[in-house]
Nanobody, 123 residues
Framework: QVQLVESGGGLVQAGGSLRLSCAAS????????MGWYRQAPGKQRELVAV???????NYAEYANGRFTISRDNAKNTVYLQMNSLKPEDTAIYYC?????????????????WGQGTQVTVSS
């Protein structure tokens, strides 16, 4: 089994910064994509940013220039540095990780989600 533990959310004023972390643990062979999603009240969950195993990053348009995703493969951890936060960034942020595990001699990929961390930006 694989567990994801998120941390770093909280309350911040507009213009402030937060850094989210998500650490994966368990029976992990390797990790493919690691990403962050968010869900605001009454809205659908949306992609914030993703980083591949090779380090390629992709951002939602609203995140470009303000958010930075990174990963530490030695720690199986993904980070999201969020700067110049706006009230509209208020949401629950979830990490999502594609993990390769070995099952009966074969490698298989599964998606895992963190429990979510609340980010609230006050005006």
């Amino acid at each position: 089994q694989v567990q994801l533990v998120e941390s770093g959310g909280g309350l911040v004023q507009a213009g402030g910064s937060l850094r989210l972390s998500c650490a994966a643990s368990g029976t992990i062979f390797s990790i493919n994509d690691m990403g962050w999603y968010r869900q605001a009240p009454g809205k659908q969950r949306e992609l914030v940013a993703v980083v591949t195993s090779g380090g390629t990053t992709n951002y939602a348009e609203y995140a470009n220039g303000r958010f930075t995703i990174s990963r530490d493969n030695a720690k199986n951890t993904v980070y999201l540095q969020m700067n110049s936060l706006k009230p509209e960034d208020t949401a629950i942020y979830y990490c999502a990780v594609k993990v390769n595990t070995v099952f009966m001699g074969r490698i298989r990929e599964n998606d895992y989600w963190g429990q979510g961390t609340q980010v609230t930006v006050s005006s």
